[in-house]
């Protein structure tokens, strides 16, 4: 079935230092979504990518979605120790409203 | 942005009993909400969509007799683990689509099942 897989599963780093998860589909997407998860907490929307090669920027986060719809990355620069959680990525099931979510970076922010 | 509120946040319960989770929309209508588990360290896996007026619609795997989903208004869908035993222990999660088709997700149910 659809698999959707992110690298790294986990990634420590000092504070300041850059950071980027990779997020690989199986088939082809319509438009992937990426979500922050707090320790504890819940996933919360940051961001949707729908066209091919698109860039989106939120202040020290790039979003960018693979040309062939298949791929993409969130790369955060300078990381703060508020950036600490489980980032996710998730696109929908074929042509349903249902979202695949990939398997998740957990990053640690050392202060 | 759109609010979704879950309850009970945190609930413990003996093994055999049944538990029923609440999803609201508090300010928009969502004729389609989701259902998610989350174990520990994993990402979340869908259990089932609720579609508000019908059935809802199980993923492979999931036992609709055990999870009981009712969508009974625009604004709030119910999830009951009927018979829980400690495997069914997890975080469980829903969300609720908009208008725009953006997915809002809930603050997330813990259940301990001892």
């Known amino acids: 079935g659809q698999q959707v897989m992110q690298i790294p599963q986990y990634q420590h780093v000092q504070e300041g230092e850059d950071f980027t998860t990779y997020c690989n589909s199986s088939t082809t997407l319509s438009n992937i979504q990426w979500y922050k998860q707090r320790p504890g907490g819940h996933p919360v929307f940051l961001i949707q990518l729908v066209k091919s090669g698109e860039v989106k920027k939120q202040k020290r986060l790039t979003f960018q979605f693979g040309e062939a719809k298949k791929n993409s990355s969130l790369h955060i620069t300078a990381t703060q120790t508020t950036d600490v959680g489980t980032y996710f990525c998730a696109g929908p099931r074929g042509a349903t409203n249902k979202l695949i979510f990939g398997t998740g970076t957990l990053l640690a922010v050392q202060p | 942005g759109a609010v979704v509120s879950q309850h009970p946040s945190r609930v413990i319960c003996k093994s055999g009993t049944s538990v029923k989770i609440e999803c609201r929309s508090l300010?928009?209508?969502?004729?389609?909400m989701f259902w998610y588990r989350q174990f520990p360290k994993q990402s979340l896996m869908l259990m089932a969509t609720s579609n508000e007026g019908s059935k809802a619609t199980y993923e492979q795997g999931v036992e609709k007799d055990k999870f009981l989903i009712n969508h009974a208004s625009l604004t709030l869908s119910t999830l009951t683990v009927t018979s829980a035993h400690p495997e069914d222990s997890s975080f469980y999660i829903c969300?609720?689509?908009?208008?725009?088709?953006?997915?809002?997700f809930g603050p997330g149910t813990r259940l301990l099942v001892l």
């Open positions: 300010d928009f209508q969502a004729t389609t």
């Open positions: 969300s609720a689509r908009d208008g725009q088709e953006t997915q809002y």
